[in-house]
């Protein structure tokens, strides 16, 4: 099985920064993208910033130029840098990739999902 964890999230007021880390671990054949998403209370699951396996990214216009994310192919991470942060940033993050997994003779390729971390903004 694969699994994903998420850490960094935490309480901080308007206008500071946060890094948030996620690790993807188990019977991993290979990644492709990888992305971090958020869901605020009563709203919808939305993506905040993606990156493919060769770099390429993609960001949610309400952060783009306050967040980058980065990844590291050898290590099955990915990163969310996180800056001038405002409240309604306020949210649980998930981290989210495709995985790509062998075993009998086949390959799979899902989504896998992490637990989520919590980020509060404070006004």
């Known amino acids: 099985q694969v699994q994903l964890v998420e850490s960094g999230g935490g309480l901080v007021q308007a206008g500071g920064s946060l890094r948030l880390s996620c690790v993807a671990s188990g019977s991993i054949f290979s990644i492709n993208g990888m992305g971090w998403y958020r869901q605020a209370p009563g709203k919808q699951r939305e993506l905040v910033a993606a990156?493919?396996?060769?770099?390429?990214?993609n960001y949610a216009d309400s952060v783009k130029g306050r967040c980058t994310i980065s990844r590291d192919n050898a290590k099955n991470t990915v990163a969310l840098q996180m800056n001038t942060l405002k409240p309604e940033d306020t949210a649980v993050y998930y981290c989210s990739a495709e995985v790509r997994t062998y075993g009998g003779s086949h390959y799979y390729t899902r989504d896998y999902w992490g637990q989520g971390t919590q980020v509060t903004v404070s006004s």
């Open positions: 990156i493919t396996s060769g770099g390429n990214t």
